[in-house]
């Protein structure tokens, strides 16, 4: 099978999977989520590496919550100095300091994206995020997950310590498809899996809130009519989704 064909091949299982597998645990999330959005409260994401993806795929996107809201730290992204960042997201005690400068409140909801699940930044993040109240779900690639020990000094792993795990249903180490005569597999499926995973839990949330008579706020293409409508929406959040 060529490598094109394997990767899609590959990738439709794990779509699949996710689809048919973990749609108890998005159903869940999806309701905390509508009933924090019929609360006035927001959904925030965070992740490290390619993993910070799920944070900006619910910021500032047609049809996405103007509720959504990113945890993004400029460090432990990969536009910079890419190595630093696999460094820094094993460093206890960082979290902390990212997470101050957000007005995460009980109420809330926090998605916490990590492929491992092993590294410390990401398990902090969680743990923080359940100290301020909020419910906290974990998207994770268990396949790897529990093949590996934990990078924090708890000995957990972000799985073990959020109020609900979304599995992305991976292989171990993200890359799945393999060459002959070549030593190392490719194709890494993650981000793939975990931004469907994501845009689930934000499209059944805004229909649960409607069928409960309460409309969200979402934005609208700024390349159709969307710019008068999404001032509006980036006047009222700007001073809380410090982001904007």
């Not at 916490?112 to 301020?132: F, M, Q, T, Y």
């Amino acid at each position: 099978m060529s490598a094109y064909d394997q990767f899609t091949t590959e990738v439709h299982r794990q779509l699949q999977q996710v689809e048919t597998t973990q749609r108890p645990a998005i159903e869940q999330t999806a309701r905390w989520v509508a009933e924090a959005l019929m609360r006035d409260r927001f959904l925030w994401a965070f992740g490290t590496g390619h993993s910070h993806m799920i944070a900006e795929e619910i910021f500032y996107r047609a049809g996405g919550l103007a509720r959504g809201a990113p945890i993004l730290e400029p460090k432990l992204m990969l536009h910079d100095q890419a190595i630093e960042a696999t460094y820094l997201e094993r460093k206890s005690g960082f979290a902390e300091e990212i997470l101050l400068p957000h007005p995460l409140a009980a109420g809330d909801v926090l998605v916490v994206g990590s492929n491992s699940g092993r590294n410390a930044v990401p398990i902090e993040i969680a743990l923080g995020g359940k100290a301020r109240g909020l419910k906290v779900v974990g998207i994770t690639n268990l396949n790897q997950s529990r093949r590996w020990p934990s990078r924090h000094a708890s000995g957990k792993r972000l799985f073990e310590v959020v109020d609900l795990v979304i599995d992305t249903c991976g292989v171990d180490g993200d890359a799945a498809v393999t060459i002959d005569d070549f030593p190392h597999r490719i194709g890494p499926t993650s981000s793939l899996t975990a931004l469907m995973i994501i845009n689930l839990i934000v499209v059944q949330a805004i229909e649960y809130s409607v069928q409960a008579g309460h409309l969200p706020e979402v934005y609208i293409s700024s390349n159709t009519k969307g710019d008068d409508h999404n001032e509006r929406l980036l006047e009222k959040y700007r001073t809380h989704i410090r982001h904007l």
